[in-house]
């Protein structure tokens, strides 16, 4: 185990609703990273929030969007969902963004179907 | 934009033996870091070994190790002993250094994982 946790483990919705992911991080990370992966690949990069200020973004749409609180915990919101936003998201937290300890540390995931 | 190919999408080995896990990377950064991540059937994704490229010493930890090219940008992980709980896809995944002081508006922390390799260990 991690120490991250995410929430809720399965989610079903139907096209053009929003969903709204949560994670917890690891006690005394700073840096919040989110992936989606497909079913059989690898993750694919969203964006990183670092210090409540996102710090980087992936090939995604504005209709991803994100949060971090001061608690360090996060928030992944998805506008207008598709039928191909239905994947794993992943969650990761790190002691920093860059640097030598920036080893990320990956929650359970939050299953995402979109019908 | 930094690339990780995983050529293997299936291993399998008999448990107590050995097996490769073959990744190569492509890059045009000199700092960075490479990563093996394992999958599991219950899906959270665990750090296995972490390899920083201005180390040329392979990294180990315990039954895994890797083997680091860095001129043929080759990172290749070795389990020896193989476990029936190393059952698993395996993910490389490279990520760039980056000073913390540093941070406004760069992609700090990106990992970009491979296509993985699913490792079945049979008893």
């Known amino acids: 185990e991690t120490g991250v946790t995410q929430s809720p483990t399965h989610l079903i919705k139907t096209r053009g609703q929003q969903v709204t992911l949560r994670c917890s991080s690891q006690s005394g990370h700073n840096t919040v990273s989110w992936y989606q992966q497909a079913l059989g690949q690898g993750p694919q990069f969203i964006f990183q929030?670092?210090?409540?200020?996102?710090?980087g973004r992936g090939n995604f749409p504005p209709r991803f969007s994100g949060l971090q609180f001061p608690n360090y915990s996060s928030e992944l919101n998805v506008n207008a969902l598709e039928l191909d936003d239905s994947a794993l998201y992943l969650c990761?937290?790190?002691?920093?963004?860059?640097?030598?300890?920036?080893?990320?540390?990956f929650g359970p995931g939050t299953r995402l179907l979109v019908l | 934009a930094q690339t990780v190919t995983q050529s293997q999408p299936e291993m399998s080995v008999q448990e107590a033996e050995t097996v490769t896990l073959s990744c190569t990377y492509d890059t045009s950064e000199s700092n960075y870091y490479l990563f093996w991540y394992k999958q599991p059937p219950s899906r959270q994704m665990i750090l296995v070994i972490r390899q920083e490229a201005y180390k040329q010493q392979n990294a180990t930890e315990n039954r895994f190790s890797v083997n680091f090219q860095k001129a043929a940008k080759s990172f290749s992980l070795k389990i020896s002993d193989s476990q029936l709980g190393d059952t698993a896809m395996y993910f490389c995944?490279?990520?760039?250094?980056?000073?913390?002081?540093?941070?406004?508006?760069?992609?700090?922390?990106?990992?970009?994982f491979g296509q993985g390799t699913i490792l079945t260990v049979h008893p």
């Open positions: 990761a937290s790190s002691l920093v963004p860059g640097g030598p300890r920036k080893t990320q540390y």
């Open positions: 929030y670092y210090r409540e200020e996102e710090n």
């Open positions: 995944a490279f990520m760039k250094h980056a000073r913390l002081a540093n941070a406004g508006g760069t992609s700090y922390g990106k990992l970009t």
